[in-house]
């Protein structure tokens, strides 16, 4: 059963299209809320009011963050991993991220390169969302655990303003 259910699961991954990752920019605009978000994803279309587009060498905390959320950001580094079929989880996820101002790298699991990578942090099974924080491993949503984890290294609970 663990064979035929990791088979379909591989199978399911390399059939989605492939996407973009976005790991040398990070993007922080304003919602209609007011409230200031931060992500390696540009917002929706018409979602923001105001939109900062920001370059970053791959690996490095973006330099305009506050300190606080550099020294986070390089100490606890954060990696969401999504798939395309994942739907309501896995933007739940993100959007526990993007609410708290945490500036994190997403991989969208899209070909059988992906899904082993995702093997290698992870092994088995196959459970999106997943992430990483630092050295900790979070697989499946739940908001509990999700901010716990994110308490624990220092991320605050509200975005911090860029410089």
């Known amino acids: 059963m663990n064979r035929i259910l990791t088979f379909v699961l591989a199978a399911a991954f ?34 923001a009011s105001r939109l900062v587009e920001r370059r970053v060498a791959a690996g490095a905390p973006d330099p305009t963050l506050p300190d606080t959320l550099r020294k986070l950001a390089a100490d606890f580094p954060v990696h969401l991993y999504t798939a395309e079929n994942c739907g309501d989880p896995c933007e739940r996820a993100r959007g526990l991220l993007e609410t708290r101002g945490v500036p994190f790298a997403e991989t969208r699991i899209a070909t059988e390169d992906d899904v082993a990578a995702y093997r290698r942090v ?21 908001a509990g655990n999700w901010n716990a984890v994110l308490d624990r290294v220092g991320y605050p609970r509200e975005p911090l303003p860029m410089r």
């Open 14 to 47: 390399a059939a989605l299209p492939p996407a973009a990752v976005a790991a040398d920019k990070v993007y922080e605009w304003i919602d209609a809320s007011g409230r200031v978000n931060y992500s390696d994803l540009p917002p929706p279309p018409g979602t």
């Open 122 to 142: 992870f092994g088995e099974p196959d459970e999106v969302p997943a992430a990483t924080v630092g050295s900790q491993r979070l697989r499946g949503f739940e």
